[in-house]
């Protein structure tokens, strides 16, 4: 295929635009709900730091509980019915926030409740979306689509993330939940538009295998793969440390920084915004300096800004959280694209869902203990040593990229994972 034409991939793939128009919705309503679930909780129910540690760690508590069976279940089922049943789901459980709160009815725990519910619908729909995208993409087209669908996920996280502010300082907090579930509508109507139809699952295929045993084989191909095993051990540590200044951000521009609720969502934003040139940055640089020397740049060299975060300061200081917050988002897609478009090659479709849940289960598990974790060390010590604590861990996650395979090769393998338990084939050049 031509360049010309995987230029135009948007332009000429109806399927994979719907997909990509519904995932940026979905995207910036969840945006929109990072900065606004906390400041309600913040500011009309007067939560402590911990409880909006817990908080936050609902959100990705039950990756934890089903990340691993809903691998397997997924791959027993068509992919984009489950996506659809999950932003369903999702639209009316944010719908529930300001009605609850118009009836006197609003509270933490029920915060916390629809947080897990939805949580729980994010588990399934990320899965199934993830095994979905290459069934209607060619192997030449994704790299490209997995680029453009990270650079509009940040993009419409930045808009989210500015628009939560707005919102909450123009019609309230609570009523930013409005426009989180109206988005999860929006990416409904686009998933209901896709004409692509996978086939049905042969039931009898799948009935003599046992759940447990499909859970295994995802988790033994994580284990004893080297390349993939490095991947998902370096992003559980680094979402470890990510959401644990994540999940008090909020409450340390606030209560230390002494930044006014209405403006967070646009510092935030602007840090944010560095997850856009991630994207653009992304398969350029693995082009030139190979795909595992530009994740080691991404992942660690861009990683260090993270300690200029809790430095910030009232006025121009500021700019310190904002510089920082863009290194960070930038290196962290980037990083993502590589990482996504390596996997959907080098995994079995078949297998795929299986691999997705068990390094999602590995990789996400630890935000709600990073969550936990900063909520924790926000009430231990005060608001800046937490930060400090927490952004220091960022930079240390990617010495595991350091000390492995990646840090040792030019590119990540691009030949086909073999099943686990037979020997893994590898196009990676060594240095």
């Given at each position: 295929?031509?360049?010309?034409?995987?230029?135009?991939?948007?332009?000429?793939?109806?399927?994979?635009?719907?997909?990509?128009?519904?995932?940026?919705?979905?995207?910036?309503?969840?945006?929109?709900?990072?900065?606004?679930?906390?400041l309600?909780a913040?500011?009309?129910?007067?939560?402590?730091?911990?409880?909006?540690?817990?908080?936050?760690?609902?959100?990705?508590?039950?990756?934890?509980?089903?990340?691993?069976?809903?691998?397997?279940?997924?791959?027993?089922?068509?992919?984009?019915?489950?996506?659809?049943?999950?932003?369903?789901?999702?639209?009316?459980?944010?719908?529930?926030?300001?009605?609850?709160?118009?009836?006197?009815?609003?509270?933490?725990?029920?915060?916390?409740?629809?947080?897990?519910?939805?949580?729980?619908?994010?588990?399934?729909?990320?899965?199934?979306?993830?095994?979905y995208?290459?069934?209607?993409?060619?192997?030449?087209?994704?790299?490209?689509?997995n680029?453009?669908?990270?650079?509009?996920?940040?993009?419409?996280?930045?808009?989210?993330?500015?628009?939560?502010?707005?919102i909450?300082?123009?019609?309230?907090?609570?009523?930013?939940m409005?426009?989180?579930?109206?988005?999860?509508?929006?990416?409904?109507?686009?998933?209901?538009?896709?004409?692509?139809?996978?086939?049905?699952?042969?039931?009898?295929?799948?009935?003599?295998?046992?759940?447990l045993?499909?859970v295994?084989?995802?988790?033994?191909?994580?284990?004893?793969?080297?390349?993939?095993?490095?991947?998902?051990?370096?992003?559980?540590?680094?979402?470890?440390?990510?959401?644990?200044?994540?999940?008090?951000?909020?409450?340390?521009?606030?209560?230390?920084?002494?930044?006014?609720?209405?403006?967070?969502?646009?510092?935030?934003?602007?840090?944010?915004?560095?997850?856009?040139?991630?994207?653009?940055?992304?398969?350029?640089?693995?082009?030139?300096?190979?795909?595992a020397?530009?994740?080691?740049?991404?992942?660690?060299?861009?990683?260090?800004?993270?300690?200029?975060?809790?430095?910030?300061?009232?006025?121009?200081?500021?700019?310190?959280?904002?510089?920082?917050?863009?290194f960070?988002s930038?290196?962290?897609?980037?990083?993502?694209?590589?990482?996504?478009?390596?996997?959907?090659?080098?995994?079995?479709?078949?297998?795929?869902?299986?691999?997705?849940?068990?390094?999602?289960?590995?990789?996400?598990?630890?935000?709600?203990?990073?969550?936990?974790?900063?909520?924790?060390?926000?009430?231990?010590?005060?608001?800046?040593t937490?930060?400090?604590?927490?952004?220091?861990?960022?930079?240390?996650?990617?010495?595991?990229?350091?000390?492995?395979?990646?840090?040792?090769?030019?590119?990540?393998?691009?030949?086909?994972?073999?099943?686990?338990?037979?020997?893994?084939?590898?196009?990676?050049?060594?240095?």
């Amino acid at each position: 295929m031509s360049d010309e034409r995987r230029v135009g991939l948007l332009r000429r793939h109806r399927d994979f635009r719907l997909l990509w128009c519904g995932e940026a919705a979905g995207k910036f309503g969840s945006s929109v709900t990072s900065v606004a679930m906390p400041l309600i909780a913040v500011s009309t129910l007067d939560a402590t730091t911990l409880e909006v540690g817990v908080l936050s760690a609902s959100a990705w508590l039950p990756w934890l509980v089903i990340g691993l069976p809903a691998g397997a279940w997924v791959d027993r089922m068509r992919r984009r019915p489950v996506m659809l049943t999950a932003a369903a789901v999702s639209f009316l459980l944010f719908s529930v926030i300001p009605v609850a709160a118009w009836t006197g009815r609003l509270s933490v725990g029920l915060l916390v409740v629809i947080a897990l519910l939805t949580g729980t619908a994010a588990v399934f729909f990320q899965t199934a979306y993830s095994a979905y995208l290459p069934s209607i993409l060619a192997p030449e087209d994704q790299a490209e689509g997995n680029a453009k669908l990270h650079g509009s996920a940040s993009a419409a996280q930045i808009a989210g993330l500015g628009s939560a502010g707005l919102i909450g300082q123009v019609a309230g907090a609570v009523n930013a939940m409005f426009a989180n579930a109206g988005t999860f509508l929006v990416s409904l109507v686009c998933l209901l538009g896709i004409r692509h139809r996978e086939p049905r699952r042969d039931r009898a295929a799948v009935r003599p295998k046992a759940l447990l045993g499909e859970v295994g084989e995802g988790l033994r191909l994580v284990a004893r793969d080297p390349w993939i095993r490095t991947l998902t051990l370096f992003a559980a540590t680094s979402n470890l440390a990510l959401m644990g200044y994540q999940s008090i951000q909020v409450v340390f521009l606030v209560d230390t920084v002494g930044l006014a609720p209405g403006a967070v969502g646009g510092i935030i934003a602007a840090a944010g915004a560095g997850g856009i040139a991630g994207a653009f940055i992304a398969r350029r640089a693995a082009g030139r300096i190979g795909t595992a020397r530009a994740t080691l740049l991404f992942e660690l060299g861009f990683a260090i800004f993270a300690l200029l975060i809790p430095t910030a300061s009232a006025g121009a200081g500021l700019l310190l959280f904002a510089i920082g917050g863009f290194f960070v988002s930038a290196g962290v897609v980037a990083g993502n694209v590589i990482k996504a478009s390596f996997q959907q090659r080098y995994c079995p479709p078949e297998l795929l869902g299986r691999l997705t849940a068990s390094t999602s289960f590995l990789n996400y598990g630890t935000i709600p203990l990073g969550a936990l974790l900063g909520g924790w060390l926000g009430t231990v010590f005060d608001l800046r040593t937490a930060m400090w604590i927490t952004t220091a861990g960022v930079p240390l996650a990617a010495l595991i990229l350091v000390f492995s395979p990646i840090g040792r090769s030019r590119d990540l393998p691009t030949a086909p994972v073999s099943r686990p338990g037979r020997t893994v084939r590898s196009a990676a050049e060594a240095v």
